[in-house]
């Protein structure tokens, strides 16, 4: 008997080490820049509510208390505003814990899971993490496609991953869309319908998710407070999902898994609808005149719904993303690299302040007539 070579440390388990692990936007400029605008991570350019900031304030002089486990004051807040059922809601740290928790819950070696060609990169990680396989729908002029979405579906599938708004890309399926994607799916699989970027979208065919949710037993909806609300730094995810979801994730989430000042300064969030209205009017102003600035200047930009546009350059490399990448760093705007989500000549920027749009603009006319 051939005797098995000795571990001389512990191994992790096939298939870990497979995985490519997420890359977050930069956060810094190079060496010497006076001001630093990060226009790389989609976050709120208005900053939170100041009423969650005054909430989080008040809370220090109580850190050493456990958060209420089960986050009930924010789901109520949650609930109120949206018009749902507490008990169909799960808080998270950030949508991304939720992600995870329904691929852990839901996918076996063996199974599979489906997302779109240019969708949230954390969909193949948290699949493979399952010890399931992803499988690629192809996207159609940067957009899902529903059609390739049901041809990748087999009877190996459980989970249909769908960003509705996408990011990086901003664009979104009409929710007629939406319904006959789940329509052609098997009962058995969930379709989880990714709405990070919901509150920026004023289209009259786009639906977050809410009214399929409750009328069905195979689809959830994620939301988060990083965006929209500001609150990218304290981690707030949300689920509304049927019951027996619900209890599933409750038996998979860490115990205090969303701590005390995020649920302090969630509440506060979800209740400041002033601060909410000042963020969309912002973005709706800034990223037409972006986009605009952008055309005229010969680039292409995919028409977005969200807080941020993908931005196309040309092909030669005096010109290319890289080029304006390191230019524009090297002034203070950092934007986001996309080779990973299939843009090798491409940056993604989220919609800034007023000063940070209107000197990347500046910066970029004089890159390309450089």
Request: aromatic fraction near 8%; proline fraction near 5%.
């Amino acid at each position: 008997m051939t005797k098995a070579p000795e571990q001389i440390r512990p191994e992790p388990r096939a298939g870990i080490m497979d995985i490519a692990a997420y890359v977050p936007g930069k956060s810094t400029a190079a060496a010497g820049v006076a001001k630093v605008h990060k226009l790389s991570s989609n976050e709120n350019p208005l900053g939170a509510s100041p009423h969650a900031i005054e909430a989080v304030k008040r809370l220090a002089e109580k850190m050493e208390y456990y958060p209420d486990g089960s986050a009930a004051r924010l789901r109520q807040a949650i609930a109120a505003t949206h018009g749902l059922n507490p008990a169909n809601i799960m808080c998270s740290n950030g949508s991304d814990e939720i992600l995870g928790l329904l691929a852990q819950s839901y996918l076996s070696p063996g199974d599979e899971a489906v997302f779109t060609e240019h969708g949230f990169m954390v969909y193949r990680i948290y699949i493979q993490a399952a010890g399931a396989t992803p499988v690629v729908a192809r996207e159609a002029d940067e957009k899902a496609d529903v059609d390739a979405i049901i041809a990748a579906v087999t009877p190996k599938t459980r989970i249909v991953f769908l960003a509705n708004p996408n990011n990086p890309t901003g664009t979104y399926l009409p929710f007629e869309e939406v319904r006959r994607l789940h329509a052609a799916l098997p009962k058995n699989v969930l379709l989880v319908l990714d709405a990070a970027y919901a509150e920026y979208v004023r289209r009259n065919d786009y639906e977050a998710g809410v009214e399929l949710v409750a009328a069905n037993e195979n689809v959830v909806m994620t939301r988060t407070f990083s965006k929209i609300h500001g609150l990218g730094g304290i981690r707030i995810g949300w689920v509304y999902a049927p019951m027996h979801v619900i209890e599933v994730l409750e038996r998979m989430r860490g115990p205090f898994n969303v701590n005390a000042a995020a649920i302090e300064a969630g509440v506060a969030a979800m209740e400041d609808r002033a601060h909410v209205d000042r963020t969309v009017a912002h973005n709706a102003e800034w990223a037409e005149w972006l986009s605009k600035e952008f055309n005229a200047l010969g680039l292409r930009v995919t028409p977005s719904v969200g807080n941020f546009l993908l931005v196309h350059f040309p092909e030669d490399a005096k010109h290319s993303a890289a080029a304006a990448d390191d230019y524009l760093g090297a002034r203070g705007y950092i934007l986001r690299g996309v080779t990973g989500y299939g843009f090798p000549n491409a940056l993604r920027m989220t919609v800034g302040t007023e000063e940070a749009n209107r000197g990347v603009v500046a910066a970029l006319t004089e890159f390309l007539r450089s």
